[in-house]
T-cell receptor, first 114, second 115 residues
Framework: KNQVEQSPQSLIILEGKNCTLQCNYTVSPFSNLRWYKQDTGRGPVSLTIMTFSENTKSNGRYTATLDADTKQSSLHITASQLSDSASYICVVRGPSGGSYIPTFGRGTSLIVHP | NAGVTQTPKFQVLKTGQSMTLQCAQDMNHEYMSWYRQDPGMGLRLIHYSVGAGITDQGEVPNGYNVSRSTTEDFPLRLLSAAPSQTSVYFC??????????????FGSGTRLTVV
């Protein structure tokens, strides 16, 4: 069964600090991996999308890395801001019998304190 | 503003009632889908569609029906609401092409409570 495991489950950091969120997956074959940010009470918003051939992708202060050999991805947030407080969701897509059903991680809840 | 619009934002139903959650997008996306999000769990796919007239089941389809008569609209119908269907429902859309990688645009969600 395809699985996406994220760690840590929750994280508290001080404003201005860096942090790294982890995503391990078992989806195979693998098509692409996405990171989403979900603010409380809102729908997820896409941060990065990477295919199996890409190692890193940046979006402002967010940098995602991918190691397709070990099936691991990380999301690094630089110089955190209060607005970074949210849930970060890793989503892995692999073709499944001709359909396109992605597998969602449970998310990492990040709280940035002033 | 372009995007995915979901209505209603909040809904309370009695067990056994039926209702339709509405989803509309104005980005001409071929792919549309419905997810439910429960505490401590990842988003789970209910139904999806890769174009008008085409729908398919996701991970948790039981108790839900969908149809796709136009590119823009993808309503989700609860046939006979049960307390287990208490959840937050998200509609998402994207462009669709074999082998291509497009991010989803999510709606703001519908918070449904079944009592």
């Amino acid at each position: 069964k395809n699985q996406v495991e994220q760690s840590p489950q929750s994280l508290i950091i001080l404003e201005g600090k860096n942090c790294t969120l982890q995503c391990n997956y078992t989806v195979s074959p693998f098509s692409n991996l996405r990171w989403y940010k979900q603010d409380t009470g809102r729908g997820p918003v896409s941060l990065t999308i990477m295919t199996f051939s890409e190692n890193t992708k940046s979006n402002g202060r967010y940098t995602a890395t991918l190691d397709a050999d070990t099936k691991q991805s990380s999301l690094h947030i630089t110089a955190s801001q209060l607005s970074d407080s949210a849930s970060y969701i890793c989503v892995v897509r692999g073709p499944s019998g001709g359909s396109y059903i992605p597998t969602f991680g449970r998310g990492t809840s990040l709280i940035v304190h002033p | 503003n372009a995007g995915v619009t979901q209505t209603p934002k909040f809904q309370v139903l009695k067990t056994g009632q039926s209702m339709t959650l509405q989803c509309a997008q104005d980005m001409n996306h071929e792919y549309m889908s419905w997810y439910r999000q429960d505490p401590g769990m990842g988003l789970r796919l209910i139904h999806y569609s890769v174009g008008a007239g085409i729908t398919d089941q996701g991970e948790v389809p039981n108790g839900y029906n969908v149809s796709r008569s136009t590119t823009e609209d993808f309503p989700l119908r609860l046939l006979s609401a049960a307390p287990s269907q208490t959840s937050v429902y998200f509609c998402a859309s994207s462009y669709f092409a074999e082998g291509a990688n497009y991010g989803y645009t999510f709606g703001s969600g519908t918070r449904l409570t079944v009592v």
